[in-house]
């Protein structure tokens, strides 16, 4: 046998194996000074040989790049990007079947970019991009130790009313994200439990592309909380307490205000482990003027029933959360979150009634009755949340991403009505006590791909979601025969939801012109089924939901944008439970359990504009909804108003949005923002099977304007307004509502330790602030009443950071509960 004949084969194999194993390089990049990701970061190959170019990649999200298939040699990279300084490593010897991890490699910003940076500071408080607005949260300084309804209600189309409801272009139908994760519920209830200083960055999508889901007439809202931006530990803390009221509104309690939330982060090499808890306990005192008629046309009367009297609110949340993310490779990410909370909430209306008779023909007083009422409301929810992520990055720069949410909510509560002999109050002339159960358990299952085809982008992807509701639904009067309908107050309703949907889209660039389209189709199943009625309340819907975005940049200063994107807004099951809810001594609620979902085309145009101090955006927007849903009132008896969900014909909107960000001084910024449009509604009404029409329109604007003074080194006075005018509704219109606020900081410890003096509502004796007052009418009943908050309201907030708090973390968050507390 001639072994060396088979030693040199072996070795020959060896070799040409050994010489057919590819090496790769990977890594990351980042900003030196504060350690984040620099996303779209070029990094080439050159061979030391002859410095010609061998292969190159775009850095990720996270930074992270990988270079692949390289064969044995000897290299040196280069690394570029916009406004930093081009770095080179070198000397990079590879052999066959290498891996390299550079770790993190850090670029120093250029000195241009400093410079520029000292200039148009402001301008990064806000920027532009094909389908989105992005604005930084911390520059809204009277937000600290609030929620996240703080920092939102200052961006330029989005406005607050004074019952708290949020609204985007005119419409409260909007779907909020944290994080890029759908949240399909209660917009107020999900960012009121979201400390602001949780918050890095809030993304405003008014005509949202195929791959999100379709829910929000207004479009999207994504909330971008912070994490750890470097290795190593990051602690951000905050504390806030409120000073004594500074009015008296007749409450029987004074409002309690403190709170404080803290945020631990560890990111280290392969993981990155986020912690966070607060507690807010936020009561608002308050007062409410109404008056309303009833008309009787049958017996001729015309019933009045004028009040007056205390409506506070005693409210608090405390949650934990947290989150962690293990990346074992360039080409893998797992991601889990679990999210524990609690809301509660208490509104009582004391109020006193003076209720009269009369004759319509002659105005003859036919009996007068005053007598008191105590109505307190409960709401409760305990929520329990978990999520889990797995993305794989394929070699031909492929990933798929499966992702997974559970959600688990405790929803209870009652409402306690009293109607009391006056003045004594000794005596009850009738008591309904109305409690409730409505759990709701719900999960969410999504795959999505994405691979390079040609210079542009492909994503695909398949969404499955599923939610349950049982509500039970108890009554209670004392005595008894004071309503002898008590029954149909009891009962039960059970909805089902369940979607099906899949999406394509393509996105990409072609010279000056960034573009992306696409389609998703959708199918959905929803069911309701009541105590009372043996027969299921069904709608199938299937429906395909197209869209496009075009960007051009026109030359360095200006760019033009346009969008489509057809939207729907589901109805939840608040809306959806006809079972009769005592709100008020004057008012039932229920809903509708054949209530069509609205649909609605967002087509918009605009410019961008970016100069040397600032920058500034206008978009020209149209909508068209059809089934727009309305809460409209009814005359349940003489004295009770029935309120009700129904389905108008269509509605449209046509506005412009505009804001500006300025620093005309190095001490001095400003931020503008504003909205305005015309808003029409028409159509059939269908109120508890009784016809009626509306026909409604008037033009609607807010105006959100945010100023800084730099005082010093170390000092900084802000103020800012929030102004939302008159507005139109299905019958009737719903006043104008002014918020201003100021605030005066002082940071110490080289800016990680800040003490904050905050003075919200700012109204100075002039009874302009925090009132609103909401007006409806109909052919045989006319209400209104006028909602007065507590004003002046000062507050202490201070807060610490141990290194910075930046980026995103993957916390959960409500997917379905928050919108039935």
Request: no cysteine; proline share 4%; net charge positive.
């Amino acid at each position: 046998m001639n072994y060396r004949f088979i030693f040199l084969s072996i070795l020959l194999m060896t070799a040409q194996a050994a010489m057919g194993q590819k090496a790769s390089i990977t890594g990351t990049i980042n900003d030196k000074k504060d350690g984040q990701p620099l996303e779209y970061a070029s990094v080439a190959v050159f061979s030391n040989a002859d410095s010609s170019l061998v292969t190159g990649a775009l850095t990720r999200a996270n930074g992270g790049f990988a270079l692949e298939k390289l064969a044995p040699g000897n290299y040196y990279l280069r690394i570029l990007y916009m406004g930093y300084e081009t770095r080179y490593i070198g000397n990079l010897a590879l052999t066959a079947g290498q891996q390299l991890n550079l770790g993190q490699t850090p670029l120093a910003r250029s000195s241009a970019l400093l410079e520029q940076v000292n200039i148009t500071g402001v301008q990064s408080n806000a920027s532009n991009r094909i389908d989105k607005q992005t604005f930084r949260a911390g520059q809204f300084e009277s937000a600290k130790g609030g929620s996240a309804i703080d920092v939102l209600k200052n961006l330029p189309s989005v406005s607050l009313d004074g019952e708290g409801g949020i609204s985007v272009r005119g419409s409260s139908g909007f779907l909020v994200m944290i994080n890029g994760k759908p949240v399909v519920t209660d917009a107020r209830t999900v960012l009121s439990q979201l400390p602001a200083n949780a918050v890095e960055n809030i993304e405003l999508v008014t005509a949202p592309s195929a791959k999100y889901d379709p829910d929000g007439k207004a479009g999207i809202i994504n909330i971008i909380t912070r994490k750890g931006a470097a290795d190593g530990f990051s602690i951000s803390a905050n504390a806030q307490g409120g000073l004594p009221s500074t009015g008296d509104h007749g409450n029987k309690e004074k409002p309690k205000r403190f709170g404080g939330d803290l945020t631990v982060n560890f990111k280290k090499n392969k993981w990155d482990i986020s912690v966070g808890g607060n507690y807010t306990r936020n009561d608002n005192a308050g007062y409410r003027e109404g008056d309303v008629y009833t008309k009787n046309f049958s017996t001729g009367i015309i019933t009045r029933f004028p009040s007056n009297g205390e409506r506070s609110f005693d409210k608090y949340n405390y949650a934990g959360r947290a989150s962690a993310t293990f990346s074992p490779d360039s080409n893998n990410t797992f991601s889990a979150g679990i999210f524990i909370g609690k809301r509660y909430q208490a509104r009582l209306a004391d109020i006193l009634y003076n209720n009269t008779a009369s004759r319509m023909a002659n105005g003859e007083l036919i009996s007068s009755t005053t007598y008191f009422n105590s109505n307190l409301q409960t709401k409760q929810g305990n929520f329990y949340l978990g999520n889990v992520d797995y993305t794989h990055r394929f070699r031909n720069r492929s990933a798929l991403t499966a992702s997974a949410l559970f959600e688990s909510a405790r929803l209870f509560g009652n409402t306690r009505n009293k109607n009391l002999v006056y003045p004594e109050t000794g005596g009850v002339l009738q008591e309904v006590y109305n409690p409730y159960e409505n759990p709701i358990d719900g999960y969410r299952f999504k795959l999505d791909y994405s691979v390079n085809i040609g210079k542009g982008k492909l994503e695909s992807g398949y969404q499955f979601r599923h939610d349950r509701q049982d509500g039970k639904f108890d009554y209670f009067v004392t005595p008894a025969a004071s309503q002898p309908d008590a029954d149909r107050f009891r009962g039960s309703a059970r909805a089902r939801n369940q979607i099906n949907s899949v999406y394509t889209q393509y996105s990409g660039s072609l010279k000056k012109l960034e573009y992306v389209a696409g389609l998703r189709y959708e199918y959905a199943a929803r069911t309701v089924e009541l105590s009372y009625d043996p027969t299921p309340h069904k709608l199938d819907l299937s429906n395909l939901f197209p869209s496009a975005n075009l960007l051009y940049t026109i030359n360095k200063g200006w760019k033009a944008k346009a969008g489509y994107s057809k939207r729907i807004q589901r109805t939840n099951n608040f809306e959806l439970n006809p079972i009769p809810e005592r709100e008020h001594s004057e008012t039932l609620e229920q809903g509708d359990p054949d209530l069509l979902p609205s649909f609605t085309d967002l087509a918009e145009i605009g410019s961008i504009h970016n100069f040397k101090k600032g920058s500034f955006f206008a978009t020209l927007y149209y909508q068209h909804i059809k089934n727009p849903i309305q809460r409209v009132n009814s005359v349940y008896a003489d004295t009770i108003l029935n309120r009700v969900f129904t389905n108008a014909e269509a509605a449209t909107a046509i506005g412009l949005e505009a804001g500006a960000n300025f620093e005309p001084t190095k001490w001095w910024s400003l931020y503008l923002g504003g909205n305005i449009y015309n808003y029409k509604i028409k159509g059939d009404l269908n109120i508890l099977g009784e016809k009626s029409s509306v026909n409604n329109t008037n033009w609607v604007y807010s105006i959100n304007a945010n100023t800084n003074f730099k005082l010093g080194p170390s000092w900084s006075l802000q103020a800012n307004v929030n102004y939302l005018s008159a507005r139109p509704t299905a019958q009737g219109e719903d006043s104008r509502f002014l918020v201003p606020n100021a605030s005066l900081k002082k940071t110490f410890l080289n800016g990680r330790f800040s003490a904050t003096l905050q003075w919200q509502n700012i109204d100075l004796g002039m009874k302009q602030t925090q009132r609103q007052r909401i007006s409806t009418s109909g052919p045989d009943f006319y209400t209104t009443t006028n909602y007065i908050y507590e004003t002046d309201v000062f507050l202490i907030n201070l807060s610490y950071n141990l290194n910075r708090l930046s980026g995103k973390s993957k916390l959960p968050n409500s997917e379905f509960g928050d919108k039935e507390f």
